[in-house]
């Protein structure tokens, strides 16, 4: 094969800027991540990985060098801080001169294996996770995006459904008569005496968290807290054991969204490797055609 033209070394003939960010979009690429058992598993993921271009002289950047160095990281080391420092650190070496900041976005759905509340099933959650990485002026900062689901009962409903009990119960009992515990008992497992019932929604926890340096990237353990928190996480294998314990849940995890995001709050402030976060949590109201909504941060704003 002759000579090939490499255009993107050709000094411009005119000047032209600087650029902030080139690079590619969209990558296919496989990553391999901690699954939180131990374990290392592999996921699909699409790459954005970006440099700036500081040299007016110089009219592009060499992509290949971005991808290659790219597939040699993320396909073969686990999801790690150290790992995509190193990356961004490589992707500048391969652009000397020509860049000094960097940039990496990979977006995967880990698929994580659930267990039931309480029969001995189990089933699939799969989480959208975006992890942005960047190197340059300001050092090296690390980010995650993920979302966790879950549903949660009005606590105002609730309140307004048990008055409704009650009134009810003092009419089919009325007070100048002797209570029959087999009546009592046989009213409160009946719909006629439990007449009214709170309104649930699902709802979505939407989280950004930037890791302070040399902190672990533990996606999944991050998920079980902030489950753990919300207490009723949406479910996968459910049989009317699990569902009557999801109830259990619920009942026990009266939530306004601004409850979860401060029970949310207490769990990525309690965290010393967390830096900085926001949180969005929405509660797809099936009271209202609208959604009720609620966003606490520490450190990144709106
Ligand atoms: N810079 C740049 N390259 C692009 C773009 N779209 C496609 N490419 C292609 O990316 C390919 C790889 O570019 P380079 O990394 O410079 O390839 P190379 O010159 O063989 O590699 P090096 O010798 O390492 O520079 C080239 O064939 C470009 O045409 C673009 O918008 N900008």
């Known amino acids: 094969m002759g000579l090939m033209p490499d255009i993107a070394i050709h000094p411009q003939q005119q000047l032209g800027n600087t650029l902030d960010a080139v690079g590619m979009q969209g990558i296919e690429m496989p990553v391999l991540f901690d699954a939180g058992d131990g374990t290392l598993q592999r996921a699909s993921a699409k790459v954005d990985a970006f440099v700036n271009l500081v040299r ?16 040699e ?3 073969r080391q686990a999801l790690e801080a150290g790992m995509l420092a190193s990356l961004l650190q490589a992707l500048l070496d391969s652009h000397r001169d020509l ?3 960097a940039r ?3 977006h995967f759905q880990p698929l994580i294996r659930r267990r039931a509340l309480r029969s001995g099933n189990s089933g699939w959650r799969s989480y959208p996770v975006s992890i942005e990485a960047s190197l340059g002026h300001e050092g090296f900062r690390l980010e995650l995006g993920t979302q966790v689901l879950y549903s949660s009962t009005c606590p105002a409903s609730a309140a307004l459904s048990r008055q409704l009990i009650q009134r009810q119960f ?11 515990h087999d009546t009592v008992l046989a009213w ?19 989280l950004r968290v930037g890791f302070a340096s040399g ?4 996606v999944i353990s991050l998920l079980d807290r902030v489950e753990a928190a919300l207490g009723t996480p949406v479910q996968t294998a459910v049989k009317r054991e699990d569902e009557q314990a999801f109830a259990l849940a619920n009942g026990g995890n ?4 601004e409850d979860a995001a401060r029970r949310i709050h207490r769990v990525l402030d309690a965290d010393g490797s967390i830096e900085d976060f926001h949180v969005r949590v929405e509660h797809w109201e099936s009271l209202h055609p609208h959604d009720a909504v609620a966003c606490v941060s520490k450190g990144i704003a709106l």
């Open 254 to 257: 009266l939530m306004f969204c």
């Open 56 to 71: 007016k002289d110089q009219r592009g950047i060499h992509m290949s060098r971005l991808y290659l160095l790219i597939d």
């Open 170 to 180: 003092a009419q089919d009992f009325p007070a100048d008569q002797p209570l029959e």
């Open 104 to 106: 990496i976005a990979i």
């Open 188 to 206: 409160l497992g009946g719909e006629t005496g439990i007449v009214a019932t709170p309104h649930a929604q699902r709802s979505v926890a939407r």
């Open 215 to 218: 902190a672990p990237l533990n």
């Open 73 to 75: 990281f993320l396909g």
């Open 99 to 101: 860049a000094d900041q």
